[in-house]
């Protein structure tokens, strides 16, 4: 298997459980980074009572298109910010590596 060169644009999808504004920052610092965003959704989530007080999260998903050191550079900025943040990189929780290395 040839070793994806790190310059290289790579298309992902990054879901932010966290809240409206976590989502929105996380766009905006992608593009900041010049990273494209082809496409954003949100949705609501109801929670049950004793976890988040019966209240309604906002999951953000973003599909975003670029070189993975600025996508890199986007994540860090946001998990500075939002720490408590859940993120998740094409589905596998992002522990800060952001793609494991192949």
Known sequence: MAMADEDDDVTIRIRVDGGPMPGGMLDQMMREQGV???????????????????????????????????????????RKRFPKAKVEVDGEPDDGGFLPDE
């Open 36 to 78: 494209r965003v082809v496409s954003r959704s949100s949705a609501k989530e109801e929670r049950d009572w004793e976890s988040a007080i019966g209240a309604a999260a906002a999951i953000t998903t973003l599909v975003v298109e670029g070189g993975r050191p600025a996508i890199r550079a986007a994540l860090a900025l946001f």
